[in-house]
């Protein structure tokens, strides 16, 4: 094996690859594509609710407003005052979303009311409404009976879960979600990766077959060189592009915090000086950019994952490319591959939900779906380092045998032209040499 | 001195014998032809000797060592299927091909200079293949061959596909070659560049060979058994004419192949009485009769056999 000529090969699939119009853009765009993310999440938790909905309130009791006001003052209106005709007509002429009246019975009986509403409701906005409602009905029938203050205070308490993960550190703050979807997109970006650039690489095997260059260049270099060569050449495009994408990431998630600070932050100051109680869980918290930042190591696994699952795949697609002479021929080829690695991206989800499942261990160890499922796991889950390392040394001598096969249809395939070759014609050419 | 030896090789394809049991060697200096029919195994040997494919059985040497990624690098090859990177540039192509044979990247420019020079295409170096037109791209494919100045040079059928004056260019060339002492085998099927150029000949059918030797040797063996007859009427009694072969025939032509020691006066009394004679001149067969008639009578064997 000579390095020297590997090297030649692979730069020069490199350099040519590099300097394209197709990958410079989508290698800068993507970031981008993550400025505009970030830039929603922070308009999103900074705006709260999107629209504000008036009700108007025909309170007969007298007691229900006063309670709903403080509930949520922005969005009831006290029309106890006005006929109930020009009230229904606010409501058609939409200057009230809806309105609700309110009589004795609903305190006394428990009673449903009757939200009447013109245009559009939405889930979200009857459902709040309901329990603004009921809170303020039961608070009122609470302080009527007269019950103790023990059993009041338990009616006040709004028991919400707050996570915390228990770590060999102690306890620490856990964003489960967060994990599980980062998690989710390495895993899918670990697919694109190995499927987009299996292809580019297999369009590149084909492209030196129908050019006719491939004699020229096996009169200089062994199949086996020219073949490492171009797997390592699109391998190192295709980190590049990652290596730039994490950069960014990583860069952006340190900085998101502060400039949201500097662009947002009298917002912000205005929101938490403003608001109270309900509200305040509204208002912008520059935490919620804080949990993007991610231990770097989980990039570290993310390369050396795609560097194996795309050394096994590639050798495939290498293999699949020189026993045809056109793209179109391919597809027959294509299918024992995308199989194992549609798999692993379909499983990806159920592995999230669930990354401890025995199912999720094993397809995180399987080494035709490790390099997209392990990821994943290893960014929802405490993974045992055991498992990492079963699944890297099953996947390099998945990849030794893949290699030992593709190597030699490749090297019969791509001095061969003419009908493509059925599976027996491989399992021949594999024979043969 | 044999720079290349080729010594009983054969090679399969499935139950395809493609070549064997073939032998021969090149002498340095001297231009080797190679010849015979589509599929009589010429480029399975050509690729053999540049180490592309492996004999099954039998060896080849260059310069004494056997065939590997060290002897690739003392051949210029330039396979029948020429191709390039149509999207690369013409400088960076070369410097990419030429480098694979293992030549540093400063001589490697200095080279490419040169050859570019040579061929009137300095211009052409920033440009990508893909925007030359054919005869351009087939000028940079020589260069490609030739530009990490090896001692030998295998040109797998180089005048297919070229315009006479490109086709005029590359004899040149490598007359040229030869005269700075490099040495060339080619494969072809037209005769007439091999009866110019080349000093030995190796005829190829069905995968073995049937006839080799230096050329002008070969033609002598076959002794003075042809007649060029050129004539003014009716050609028509040529047809009456027994055991012989008729090649090159026109309306006032035909070079007559003699078989079975027929005498030749006899010929031309024929001759005389249906047509005014202009010229009969005994010679040696063309190397296209040559040609015909051992791979005819070599298929007439196999069809016995």
Redesign the interface.
Known sequence: M?FG?IF??LK?EYL?RVRTKAFILSTLLTPLALVALMAVVIIVSTSGSDSVKTVGIIDETGVLYPRLEEINAERYEDVSMQPLDSVKAHVLSEQLDGYIVLGDSFIDSGDSPTLVYGGSGGLSFIGSVQDELRDAVRDERISRSNVSDEIREIFEARPRIESVKLTEQGEEEDHAIFGAALGFILGVLIFIGLFGYGAVLMRSVI??KT????????????PIELMLGKLMGICVLAITQFAVWIVSYIGLSIAAAPIAVMIFGEKIDDLNSTATGAASSQGFDPAVLEQFQVDPMIFVYFILFFFLGFMIYSAIFAAIGAAVDSEQDTQQFMIPVMIPIFMGYMLNMKIIEDPDSSFAVFASLFPLTSPINMISRIAATEVPFWEILLSIVLMIGTFAGIMWLAAKIYRVGI?MYGKKPSYKELA?WIR?S | MDIIKVDSIAKAFGKNLAVNNVSFTVQKGRIFGLLGPNGAGKTTTIRMINNILAPDTGSITINGIEASPQTQKMIGYMPEERGLYKKMKVGEQLLYLTQLKGMDTKSAHKAIDFWLDRFDASDWKKKEVGELSKGMSQKIQFIATIAHDPDIYIFDEPFSGLDPINSETLKEVIIDLKSQGKTILFSTHRMEQVEQMCDDICLFNKGKSVLQGDLRQVKSSFGKNTINLEFEGDGSFLDKLEDVRINNRSTNFAEIRVLNGQNMQDILKLAIEHAEIHKFERVQPSLNEIFISTVGEDNLKNQEA
Do not use: G, P, Y
């Open positions: 000579d000529k030649l090969v020069r040519t492209e030196e050019n006719r260059i491939v004699e020229v260049i096996a009169s200089s270099v062994k001095l021949k043969q």
